[in-house]
């Protein structure tokens, strides 16, 4: 049965795209009425949304708790499976999107890091932040489209599965023990490329990413900020995609976990960009999970006769993240 797909695609289509237009339109929702004049998100416009985001999320859980087990329960084609439990396989499922979203959720984290640096590096006003990262989000939820679909694919072969577990072994080990570098975007190659197309304006016209003067079209420093943190979600993306593929190897539960991670990650950059120096040991708790779902993809799956408990797995990360985020609130307080 490890080896069964029981939301193929072809059969499942239609979840994609009702589940694509509810996120489509809660960004309109999101961008065209409560953020529709750039203003500066206060820490409790963030946390409201922080919950907001977090119970959608959570809902979305249930209903598709539910959805499932119907679905198990009702076609014919799950009942010919050898020894399928409807009931059982919809917990399953169930608990494979909550634990997918909480290594997403932590792995977002880092970014909240690099977006810090990023905002204070280009002076952008805290009220034209939400629109940067409105749009990068958008472009995010694109990019992990075309990796995840890419991941299905070259999942189903075993030796690239040992291929990304290692990798994400050895990313984890790199945070563990790599130092810090420190980010200088003008340093990269993209940015760079891009004031050769677009002179840069030195000056922020608004929350315009392009700007007119005398017939030449100009970039504003919104827009470079904006190529920044799209490249930045690639790379995280490269390694956040692969953990959640070591959790299921369903699309559909692996897509709509990322999203919804991603689609809070605005809100919880604006709840915690004032104290996230405080989480000063977090980045040790990523690496450690990131070493752990390395291992799953790559070892404790085939030892547990393909399958590692979901629900050991989900206590696992949840506890590593949880004791990360104690030590690191311990330590701020005895500093």
């Given at each position: ?75 014919p084609e799950y009942a010919a ?14 608990l494979e999107f909550l634990t ?211 629900s050991w797995s989900l206590g ?20």
């Amino acid at each position: 049965m490890e080896n069964i797909i029981l939301f193929p695609f072809s059969e499942y289509w239609g979840v994609y795209v009702g589940f694509t237009i509810f996120v489509l339109l809660v960004l309109a929702l999101d961008l065209g009425v409560f953020h529709r004049e750039a203003h500066e998100v206060t820490f409790k416009e963030a946390a409201i949304w922080s919950v907001v985001w977090i119970a959608l999320a959570l809902l979305f859980n249930l209903a598709f708790y539910y959805y499932a087990n119907w679905k198990f329960s009702t076609q014919p084609e799950y009942a010919a499976i050898p020894g399928f439990i409807p009931e059982a396989a919809a917990k399953q499922s169930a608990l494979e999107f909550l634990t997918g979203y909480i290594i997403e959720k932590s792995l977002s984290v880092d970014n909240i890091f690099v977006f810090v640096v990023v905002f204070t590096f280009f002076a952008i006003p805290a009220k034209y932040q939400h629109r940067i990262l409105f749009y990068g989000i958008l472009g995010a939820l694109i990019f992990r489209i075309i990796f995840i679909s890419l991941g299905s694919i070259l999942l189903q072969y075993h030796t690239l599965i040992i291929i990304f577990g290692v990798f994400l072994i050895l990313t984890g080990i790199k945070i563990l023990f790599s130092p810090e570098k420190e980010i200088n975007p003008d340093k990269n190659p993209v940015i760079k490329l891009l004031k050769k197309i677009f002179p840069v304006t030195p000056n922020i016209e608004g929350q315009k990413f392009f700007f007119r003067k005398e017939g030449v079209l100009y970039a504003t420093p919104l827009l470079v900020c904006l190529v920044f943190v799209e490249l930045t979600d690639i790379i995280f993306a490269i390694d956040s995609v692969p953990a959640i593929f070591a959790i299921t190897k369903e699309p559909l539960i692996v897509f709509t976990s990322n999203i919804f991670a991603i689609l809070g990650l605005r809100a919880l950059y604006f709840l915690l960009a004032g104290v996230v120096n405080k989480f000063k040991y977090l980045k040790y708790g990523l690496g450690l999970v990131l070493v752990f779902v390395g291992l799953k993809m790559a070892w404790l799956n085939e030892a547990f006769g393909g399958k590692f408990p979901i629900s050991w797995s989900l206590g696992i990360i949840a506890g590593i993240i949880s004791l990360s985020i104690i030590i690191s609130l311990v330590a701020t307080k005895k500093r």
